[in-house]
């Protein structure tokens, strides 16, 4: 049976992004179905100690077993990466524009401390490597050049064509050097050669999923969300709910003053948000009617579940997705989307919801109107959404999909 190990830049129980959820639950579905699975991760437990050991948090655990999988916590070089985050801050003006987008990819973290040496001692089979575009790419592509044996390279870069950062042409180098490219989409893929000279046999396309075995349905909780609506006094509440980083590129600050305008005529009218803050959105609390808001941090497990059974509609209108594991969840629990017009999103909600233009207030204030004041549509996409989520984007149905990439 295969060695398998995963490279990412954060695991369980740091906070994960989209693409941390997806390579934990990749990681434990391959330890369960018997292959010998390792994560590599930095020893971080939020970002910020990438570049700063003060103010920065770390894990204690150099190494441990989780479900079956090992996971190696390595050291990160504050110092490395804090050098070329500073030269790419305040020369990228002054040093040519190659380098100046080599350096971005170096300073972007975490540079992991051994890494060469743990993939060195344990012959793994095959390296998954992802997201981009972070530092550990190059890492991987330049410590894998010394050993003396090849493993099979994968990479899920999570591409976002409306993001800069992956614009990057220094990135070449780093897809010419992997075996093969999982991207999620064909919208992905056509953004990706769009940018890159990239072989079209490297990429397979395989779609994120949820597992649905461990979920709750919107009916088994029931009970729970009448509570939780009475503990909040959200009886009567017509509730948006937003779930992730509340920045200014996820939508969130947009919907949030989107809200605001919306209360001032309907005091029934109420913004959920789940999810890690940012100076902006702290700063656009300020100004807000206070009574239009619910804001808690990172939710997990039951708990979350049960906000996204208690909302009417979900609405994250992001520019920095590839896919957005949480409009699967909120379709789990048949509620409609509201998201970001751009491509890649549109691929995947379809029919089960609405889209506004990123940035735009009033456009997100107008299909706030559409679909909350209509139960028969509200409804109509829920259930669309559902049946769409158990049809394409089960893990069960997906997983196997996974095992033939990573065997082949």
């Known amino acids: 049976m295969k060695k398998i190990v995963f490279i990412t830049p954060s695991y369980y129980p740091s906070v994960l992004s ?24 930095s020893n971080a437990l939020t970002t910020r100690y990438w570049y700063d050991p003060i103010f920065g948090k770390k894990l204690s655990h150099d190494f441990e077993i989780i479900n079956n999988v090992k996971i190696y916590r390595l050291g990160c070089n504050q110092i490395l990466s804090s050098f070329f985050f500073i030269l790419v801050k305040y020369f990228n003006k002054v040093l040519p524009k190659r380098l100046i987008e080599k350096l971005k990819i170096l300073s972007s973290g975490p540079y992991l401390i051994g890494l060469y040496d ?21 890492q991987v592509v330049d410590s894998i050049k010394d050993l003396t044996y090849r493993p099979k ?13 992956f614009s990057n042409l220094s990135l070449q180098e780093i897809f010419d050097k ?5 991207v999620i989409s064909q919208v992905e893929k056509e953004e990706m050669r769009n940018m890159f000279h990239i072989n079209e046999s490297k990429i397979k396309i395989i779609p994120l999923f949820l597992k649905l075995a461990g979920m709750h349905t919107i009916e088994y909780l029931s009970n729970d ?34 809200i605001n305008i919306l209360y001032k005529s309907d ?22 009617n206070k009574n239009c808001l619910l804001d808690f941090s990172y939710t997990q497990g039951k708990e979350k579940e049960v906000i996204f059974g208690a909302c009417d509609v979900f609405c994250m209108p992001s520019k920095t997705e590839t896919f957005g594991l949480v409009y699967l969840e909120a379709w789990h629990k048949k509620k409609p989307i509201i998201a970001a017009n751009i491509q890649t999103v549109k691929h995947i909600v379809k029919d089960a919801g609405l889209f506004v233009e990123f940035g735009n207030i009033n456009s997100i204030v107008d299909e706030i109107k559409k679909i909350s004041y209509n139960k028969t549509l509200i409804k109509k996409m829920g259930l669309k959404g559902y049946n769409r989520l158990i049809t394409f984007y089960d893990f069960s149905k997906i997983f196997p999909r996974y095992v033939e990439l990573f065997e082949s």
């Open 18 to 41: 989209g693409s941390g959820v997806v390579v934990t639950e990749l990681a434990e579905g391959f330890a369960r179905d018997g292959y010998n699975v390792s994560v590599i991760t």
């Open 118 to 138: 743990v993939l060195r001692d344990n012959n793994f089979d095959v390296i998954h490597c992802s997201p981009f575009p972070l530092n550990i790419n190059q």
């Open 153 to 165: 390279l994968i990479f899920t870069p999570f591409f976002h064509s409306q993001n800069n950062d």
């Open 178 to 182: 992997a075996d093969s490219i999982h």
């Open 225 to 258: 969300i009448k509570l939780f609506k009475e503990e909040y006094r959200l009886k009567e509440k017509k509730i948006i709910l937003f779930a992730g980083i509340k920045g200014a590129f996820k939508g969130a600050c947009d919907l949030l003053q989107a």
């Open 267 to 288: 005091k029934n009218l109420i913004l959920i948000a789940m999810g890690s803050s940012t100076p902006e959105w702290e700063n656009i609390k300020k100004i807000v």
